[in-house]
């Protein structure tokens, strides 16, 4: 299909999280918009979809997945785009978004995000699931950019490059996770201002932003902890070029109290606002 | 090296009893496979203690970690969805603690719970459709929730008390035969200890036998007065817990 036409969301928002349910449904508007991952919501029933129902009553939904394994190179389950499909004509929501990645091939799921070799052997295929997801989902997809704790001797072009290339040959839109860009730019060695200076902002809808963890000699997306400062600096960098997009702050692990995350969605429009000050001047 | 090629690679480096080395990377890659080796043990560990709170908080950290992570090398996951993840754990505890019962048990409750908690959806019959029904003829529909499964200890009083973070009681072995039921009614999900007559008499209704002819099997051997009692409290309990959503004549 094609998937020229994808409306932009302005707004800031957050992760929802089982912690906060209960904040999101019993009191007003917090945020201007929520994601949730598709996959707690691809169930038969129960407080799961009731819960989402609820939300989706108060706010704009985006559907972020992390199981469909765009890169696999044995092809994707249709079983999971019927119900990914299913979902998305329940909730209506600002769009699906998934990884730059592969979970499992032959019957093995990870349920980790795989890195994928930048080759043309990999767009190749890359596109051509991205074509079947949004002929299945009758949507744009929207790609996310991982992080990566390896890179592959085949490698034949960078990520940002990989990136905008499959915008090109599918018409898919781009997630850009700002933390995603630090963490990879630092494990393996490139400019974050490279990647920046890299992607067709055009296709881009919506950025997260996140936290780390230092590992053994790499940096780890662990998303459990506040953005850094060089995070909120690079989102400045990216801020000012992207247009209006749909920006949040995602965390998974180590859920804080929901007023925190309301902090940091606060400084996120003053990023925002500080980024376009500075661009204007 | 093709993309699958690759990609095979890189599943046998994570399923790996150790994070292992290969050709396919760009620099030293240990520390970037071990990343990956370590995140899915520790996903599927932090999936199973999900799932398996009570257990986990029964047999203790050491003990669930060991257990887990050597089901995890038994069982590496296939589905896009973490919500099946540990199907097999239960009987796998069974195997692992055969002097234990409570703990299999503990764990399939803690199973079946989960999979009530976003089971289908299907209301209860009303107490109008309820009361005009021929009772004798009608063949029930339980809650597409509902789950039975035989237990030998007093594995719902354990669930309970770590529920609520109070102090477990010691294990019992039951003076008979029960079965504990878990389903949902509303959003939230229930479980009950029943005895053999309404696990039977379930069982029954479960294949398609009609409400009468499962009455006449469940009384035999009771006098009228204690066949109508029985037969009473077990409906009403049902009523009351929501678990009757679809009632037909039988054919």
């Not at chain 1, 499909?85 to 091939?105: I, M």
């Not at chain 1, 040959?169 to 060695?189: A, E, K, P, Q």
């Not at chain 2, 789950?147 to 009083?157: G, H, P, Q, R």
Request: aromatic fraction near 10%.
């Amino acid at each position: 299909m094609s998937s020229e036409i994808l409306p932009r969301f302005d707004g800031f928002g957050v992760g929802l999280r089982p912690q906060h349910y209960p904040a999101f449904l019993e009191q007003g508007a917090l945020v201007d918009f929520v994601e949730v991952i598709s996959e707690n919501f691809m169930v038969r029933g129960g407080r799961p979809l009731y819960v989402l129902d609820a939300v989706r009553e108060r706010y704009p939904v985006a559907l972020h997945g992390v199981s469909m394994s765009i890169g696999s190179a044995d092809g994707l389950k249709m079983d999971y785009l019927r119900r990914l499909k299913s979902l998305a004509d329940r909730t209506r929501p600002l769009w699906v978004s998934d990884h730059l990645c592969w979970t499992g091939v032959e019957g093995f799921n990870s349920h980790d995000l795989l890195p994928l070799p930048y080759t043309e052997e990999t767009l190749e295929l890359v596109s051509a699931n991205i074509r079947t997801a949004q002929d299945v989902l009758e949507r744009p997809l929207v790609l996310e950019n991982p992080s990566s704790y390896l890179t592959f001797a085949d490698d034949e072009m960078t990520e940002w490059d990989f990136l905008g290339e499959l915008t090109r040959r599918t018409g898919c839109f781009l997630l850009l996770d700002v933390n995603n860009i630090y963490v990879s730019g630092s494990n393996h060695g490139f400019d974050p201002s490279d990647y920046v200076d890299g992607v067709p902002f055009d296709r881009v809808r919506q950025i997260h932003l996140a936290g780390h963890s230092q590992g053994k000699g790499l940096l780890i997306d662990t998303h459990d902890q506040a953005v850094p400062d060089p995070v909120w600096d690079l989102y400045e960098t990216v801020a000012a070029r992207v247009g209006p997009v749909a920006a949040m702050i995602e965390r998974d692990d180590d859920i804080p109290p929901l007023e925190e995350l309301l902090a940091e969605v606060q400084i996120a429009r003053a990023r925002h606002q500080a980024s376009h000050r500075a661009h204007a001047a | 090296m093709s993309l699958l090629a690759l990609q095979r690679g890189l599943k046998q480096h994570i399923l790996g009893a150790v994070p292992g080395e290969g050709g396919a990377y760009r620099g030293d890659a240990a520390a970037g496979l071990a990343v990956y080796h370590n995140a899915y043990r520790v996903q599927l560990v932090a999936c199973l203690r999900d799932t398996y709170e009570k257990t986990w908080a029964w047999i203790g950290d050491e003990a669930f970690e060991t257990a887990a992570r050597d089901y995890i090398a038994e069982y590496p996951p296939s589905s896009w969805t973490l919500n099946v993840y540990g199907a097999e754990f239960p009987a796998y505890l069974l195997a692992r603690f055969p002097e234990d019962a409570e703990i299999a048990e503990l764990a399939w409750l803690d199973w079946a719970l989960r999979r009530a908690f976003d089971g289908e959806d299907a209301p209860p019959l009303s107490p109008e459709v309820l009361g005009a029904l021929d009772w004798e003829q009608t063949v029930l529909t339980f809650a597409p929730t509902l789950e039975l499964a035989s237990v030998t200890t007093n594995v719902a009083a354990i669930w309970s008390a770590l529920a609520e973070e109070t102090n477990p009681p010691p294990v019992e072995a039951l003076p008979e035969p029960a079965a504990v039921r878990v389903w949902r009614a509303g959003l939230s999900p229930q479980y009950r200890t029943i005895g053999p007559a309404e696990f039977r008499a379930i069982d029954l209704l479960q294949r398609g036998e009609s409400f009468g002819n499962t009455c006449a099997v469940v009384s035999e051997g009771l006098d009228e007065a204690a066949a109508t009692q029985l037969i009473g409290e077990m409906l009403s309990t049902w009523i009351q817990d929501e678990l009757i959503v679809g009632a037909r004549a039988e054919p």
